[in-house]
């Protein structure tokens, strides 16, 4: 049976005289960058098979011989599925590899270069998202479009609607627009005054003066900043069963802040991340933003130190090509990626950036080596090198700290030829080696192509509910290819242009009229039978608040939000004791601060990896061990008992309840309600139904020292449960 089988695979695909033999560079490699170089390539390729190099294929002792296939090793083990072994070569590679050998085994680029093309399997360096950055021309309307002056954006998301004969929602009301973008810039909603100014506003540019308004205010930061914190896993402890706190980690979180606010350009943003202490003119402002680099978790007892060494090594370099490159360069801690044009000693020339910086002290020194005090920045948890001289990195078999490999040089990733340079010395007097300030120079070259277009894809996103990759945390060959990407690119030319400013980036979103459509379409039922995921952005998505807009909308509504104090040390909140059961150190695991501090933005939560607040996390709060560049939005019953029966919103109701006062009418106390909670005026129908409500809740409470008072805060505690409240159009 074996020799039929592999009788009829000889059978494939016979070359004749007049085919072409398959070209080897495009058709050959791609077969065996697929499906054989991740077992036979590198310094110790499986049986001795290295099928990148010529001498090793067609040489003396080669597994090739031109012309005959019955004759070659590599066919007989590729014919009878002996090779791959897990998954064989279907009919189609078989006949380009046995074509290729019957017509001479004529070889192209040597050695091999895996990563030069992409194949069904991997991402070469010709991936789109690895491509120059270029600026599409941006084609007249093909219809009339009321602006004067049309919005690229809306050019560019049209063409796709055009194609398909299909239009964008209408725009949305003022009280919605307003609404929407008070939320996407500061994360609270409108006060009723807010609303009727901007309704009744007739100047033509009320909405661009609205949006230059929220820009300006200091609490944009604290919104876009809580956004970043995700990226970076913020958290202000350790983890693991101790989960001490990290000193001073807080002054990481305000420089965040004031970055947003100070609408700091993005490569300095970047730059000041990753080696503000390596700045001509560092200060203690840019070296507490290399804390970035060391908020991951940290085990103080760690069962092998060495080996752990290499594990928060790992952590540095999946937190920095996660957040500013959406590249998952820690894959190849242990192997060639398997999926992008990533090398293994592409992961070690990044890691040598942190290891100058080893051995990590524990959590109560502050910076990340010997030279903090050199610094003068005591205060500061942050990171520095040991020295400019430092230990060479070797290249892990395996990723096994036990097998040191060859010495790698630090550097860059290989897969932007152009940008493909040796790190140079540090320069004379520098107490560093620079080499993290060389990482972020390259990752903010204009020349990257990857890291204007994955900032503004999360802007993108965080104004759309989606982004136009919708896994920005991963642009390699695993994730999703763009739904426009020539608006992707579009956006990241202007941005770097524009001098890397993300205000500037704001108001191109936000006034385009793709952002200022309504949720609701006319054709809704057919364009989602279609497109369901609205990757044509014909309508805005409705989307429910976050964990932090909730809280601070609930603390806004019962006028206990205290918005005047910005930034300083965190606060801890009250937790149910329910929620601290089961600790083993329950009595001292959680102490809430004063009364005075509870109405704080909630960005200001002391983050406990071990005790994250219970109200937060049941509304997606993220875990804070890794990167999170998209929060899960779930629905679950938890989340409406917790709305119905958490003391904290019942708190809020009752705080309502008493800044509307009983003293007035019941319907000047339904209307009260409703512009305190949903910024509007109540309907005839829902002041009924309102008043019904009061009256059924003051008989109910009869017996209770103020029915009147219980009876509206129990009105005020279902208003907070609506939708209208919860949701954003």
């Known amino acids: 049976m074996r020799i039929l089988a592999l009788a009829s695979l000889l059978l494939l695909s016979p070359v004749s005289a007049s085919a072409a033999p398959p070209d080897f560079d495009k058709d050959v490699v791609a077969v065996l960058a697929s499906r054989c170089l991740d077992c ?16 090793a294929v067609l040489g003396a002792k080669g597994v090739v011989t031109p012309g005959k296939p019955d004759l070659s090793e590599l066919w007989k083990k590729v014919a009878s599925d002996e090779m791959p072994p897990k998954k064989p070569l279907s009919a189609e590679e078989k006949a380009v590899l046995k074509a290729w050998i019957e017509s001479g085994a004529k070889w192209g680029t040597d050695p091999i270069d895996p990563f030069a093309i992409t194949t069904k399997s991997r991402a070469g360096r010709d991936w789109w998202s690895l491509q120059p950055v270029k600026k ?27 194609e398909k004969k299909w239009h964008l929602a209408p725009p ?9 973008v008070h939320f996407d810039l500061l994360g609270i909603p409108p006060t009723f005054e807010d609303v009727e100014a901007f309704v009744n506003d007739k100047a033509p540019n009320a909405y661009e003066k609205l949006i230059d308004k929220l820009l300006a205010s200091p609490h944009y930061g604290e919104r876009w900043g809580r956004y970043w914190l995700d990226v970076a896993r913020y958290a202000e402890t350790c983890g693991y069963e101790r989960d001490q706190v990290k000193p001073d980690v807080w002054k990481y979180r305000d420089w965040v802040i004031k970055a947003f606010n100070d609408d700091l350009p993005y490569d300095r943003f970047v730059t000041e991340q990753l080696a503000g202490d390596e700045l001509p003119n560092a200060t203690a402002a840019t070296t507490v933003a290399t804390g970035f680099i060391r908020l991951g978790t940290w085990n103080d007892e760690p069962n092998d130190p060495n080996e752990y060494k290499y594990d928060r090594l790992e952590d540095m370099v999946g937190a920095t090509s996660t957040a500013f490159l959406a590249m998952t360069v820690k894959c190849a801690r242990c192997h060639d990626h398997k999926f992008d044009a990533i090398r293994q000693t592409d992961y070690y020339r990044m890691a040598g950036a942190f290891w100058a910086g080893f051995i990590e002290p524990g959590p109560r020194e502050s910076l990340g080596g010997p030279n903090a005090k050199a610094l003068g920045h005591d205060a500061v948890f942050g990171w520095t090198d040991r020295g400019r001289d430092v230990p060479p990195i070797k290249l892990l078999k395996k990723g096994d700290p036990n097998r040191p490999g060859a010495v790698v040089e630090p550097g860059h990733l290989s897969m932007f030829a152009a940008l493909d340079k040796p790190l140079a010395a540090p320069p004379a007097g520098a107490k560093t080696t620079t080499r993290r300030l060389q990482l972020a120079q390259w990752i903010v070259d204009p020349k990257n192509p990857l890291t204007a277009r994955v900032w503004v894809n999360r802007v993108w996103q965080y104004h759309f509910g989606q982004a136009l990759v919708r896994t920005p ?11 426009h990407p020539e608006l992707l690119d579009w956006l990241a030319s202007e941005f770097m242009g524009g001098g890397w400013k993300t205000k500037r980036l704001h108001r191109l979103i936000l006034l385009s009229e793709t952002y200022r459509q309504s949720s609701v379409h006319s054709k809704q039922a057919e364009y989602a039978g279609v497109d369901a995921g609205n990757k044509l952005w014909w309508r805005a998505e409705r989307r429910r608040l976050d964990a932090e807009a909730l809280r601070d909308s609930l603390l806004f509504a019962g006028g206990n939000l205290k918005l005047g104090k910005i930034g300083g040390p965190s606060f801890a909140p009250e937790i149910p004791p329910d929620a601290l059961e089961g600790l083993s150190m329950k009595g001292a695991a959680w102490k809430p601060s004063p009364a005075a501090e509870q109405g704080r933005r909630s960005v200001y939560i002391f983050a406990k990896r071990g005790l994250l607040a219970p109200l937060l996390t049941t509304f997606d709060l993220p875990d804070t061990t890794l990167p999170s560049c998209v929060r899960d939005v779930t629905t679950v019953p938890t989340q409406s008992l917790a709305l119905l029966n958490n003391p904290f919103v019942h708190d809020q109701s009752t705080a309502l309840a008493k800044l509307i006062g ?22 005839d129908a829902e002041v009924a139904a309102a008043l019904a409500h009061l009256e059924k809740q003051s008989k109910a409470f009869a017996k209770r020292p103020d029915p009147a008072l219980d009876a509206l805060a129990s009105l005020c505690h279902v208003l907070l449960n609506t939708n209208e409240f919860m949701y954003v159009d």
């Open 662 to 683: 009983t003293k007035r009418s019941g319907k000047d106390q339904v209307t009260q309600a409703w512009r305190l909670t949903l910024a509007r005026d109540p309907r």
């Open 136 to 162: 599409p021309v941006v084609p007249l309307p093909s219809s009339p479009i009321p602006s004067a002056q049309p919005n690229p954006i809306d050019i560019l998301i049209g063409q796709k609607l055009v």
């Open 40 to 55: 036979h390539s590198g310094a110790d390729p499986k049986g001795k098979f290295d099928l990148t190099r010529k001498d």
């Open 473 to 483: 945390d991963n642009f390699g060959f695993t994730g999703e290819k763009p739904t």
């Open 172 to 180: 949305a009301d003022r009280r919605t627009l307003i609404r929407r």
